[in-house]
């Protein structure tokens, strides 16, 4: 069964700082793109940062570029979002998704989605 699996999520003040991550199974994690969505209530999701599978190459949204940055490591078959100066917009409910082919960014039909986890950021 493919299985992706957000983690990391918390209670944070503003100008803090969380790092998720996106561990996954069940598919050739390596050869995937991922993505990080975030869905705040009462607003339509958000595609917040992409990574491809082979060159790295990257993708953020302008509302979190230069605190937010994206990582993986395939050998552990997971990637990463470090999130510095948090901010009470950043609140949301974030998601991972895995897509075999990558556009330059996010897009809502990616193959596989996983549960969300929390994000909260106190003023």
């Known amino acids: 069964d493919v299985q992706l699996q957000a983690s990391g999520g918390g209670l944070v003040q503003a100008g803090g700082s969380l790092r998720l991550s996106c561990a996954g199974s069940?598919?050739?994690?390596?050869?995937?793109?991922i993505g990080w969505f975030r869905q705040a209530p009462g607003k339509e999701r958000e595609g917040v940062s992409v990574?491809?599978?082979?060159?790295?190459?990257?993708y953020y949204a302008d509302s979190v570029r230069g605190r937010f940055t994206i990582s993986r490591d395939n050998s552990k078959n997971t990637v990463y979002l470090q999130m510095n100066n948090l901010k009470p917009e950043d609140t949301a409910v974030y998601y991972c998704?895995?897509?075999?082919?990558?556009?330059?960014?996010?897009?809502?039909?990616?193959?596989?989605w996983g549960k969300g986890t929390q994000v909260t950021v106190s003023s």
């Open positions: 990574i491809s599978s082979s060159d790295g190459s990257s």
């Open positions: 069940g598919f050739t994690y390596p050869d995937y793109v």
């Open positions: 998704a895995a897509d075999h082919l990558w556009y330059g960014g996010p897009y809502d039909d990616m193959d596989y």
